[in-house]
């Protein structure tokens, strides 16, 4: 397993707790069952995200797995919303994330991710497991093809779901009641009006992009503004960009031009 530092986790506790995040997040909380897990983004009221949650039910209980720079923060604002329900919410501090590969064998409690291939451990702090940076940084080269950004405090409540493609991670449902920004989430959705898409891209600049950098995206000679969201060292030089841009979807990305530098698209979804 490796250690996945950029990662930790919210305890919710308490009779209430599942109401109050099915209240507060994007996806159905209340139709988990126990061991059951999916993607939820915890939205501000303008419908932007705030963090990408993975969210398990065990037995009565939640944990929560997010942005290890924002959980701090997230847990002292949902507390914030508590008002009278019955929850408690803790960082677990005493517990970290670990990344397992499919041939690794199995973990109890352990999370199947999107592609099939992985899955996430939360488990105590104490349990063996690779704090390799290498591997990380290929564990998250990995998430971001599967269209897994989990944000950080310069993309926090910047972008709606739509933008960031986190639809296609189950982490939106549009039949379910309200919850902090759900009106303009759905209204986005029903009258389609998306102008801003997610566009993944390889290639290899030699510099390394910061969440929010601007790059530009070439096609057919003509040039698209993006916002870089995260980005991601793979093998081989090759680095990996998750952007945002108005580039309409059917276009094809040739080139990408950033910091003066224009180097070609090795990839693009």
């Keep these: 397993m490796v250690k996945l530092s950029n990662l930790s986790a919210i305890s919710f ?43 398990q039910r065990v037995n009565a209980e939640y944990n929560v797995i997010l942005s290890a720079a924002l959980a701090g923060t997230v847990a002292e604002r949902l507390k914030v919303y508590r008002l009278r329900a019955k929850v408690d919410i803790a960082v677990m501090h005493d517990h970290v994330v670990s990344g397992l590969n499919a041939d690794e064998g199995t973990a109890a409690a352990a999370i199947a991710l999107p592609d099939g291939q992985r899955r996430l451990v939360l488990g105590a702090a104490s349990e063996p497991a690779s704090a390799d940076a290498a591997l990380q940084e290929a564990w998250k080269f990995a998430d971001l093809k599967s269209g897994i950004c989990w944000l950080g405090e310069a993309t926090s409540g910047e972008f709606l779901p739509q933008m960031l493609g986190f639809e296609e991670l189950g982490a939106v449902n549009y039949r ?3 919850y ?35 790059v530009n995206i070439i096609s057919d000679g003509q040039s698209h503004e993006a916002v870089v969201v995260d980005c991601a060292a793979g093998v081989d030089g090759i680095i990996r960009l998750l952007t945002v841009t108005r580039m309409a979807p059917e ?7 950033y910091n003066a530098e224009t180097v070609g698209v090795t990839r693009s979804s």
């Design 180 to 214: 902090p920004g759900q009106e303009i989430v759905a209204r986005t959705h029903y009258l389609g009006k998306v102008k801003r898409h997610p566009r993944l891209l390889d290639c290899r600049l030699s510099g390394h992009p910061r969440p929010m950098d601007k």
């Design 13 to 55: 506790s308490g009779a209430d707790a599942g109401s109050f995040l099915h209240n507060q997040l994007s996806a159905d909380i209340n139709g988990l069952s126990s061991g059951d897990a999916t993607f939820a983004c915890y939205c501000e009221p303008r419908g932007r995200v705030l963090a990408l949650m993975l969210v």
């Design 251 to 257: 276009l094809s990305a040739g080139m990408i031009e």
């Design 176 to 178: 379910k009641g309200c």
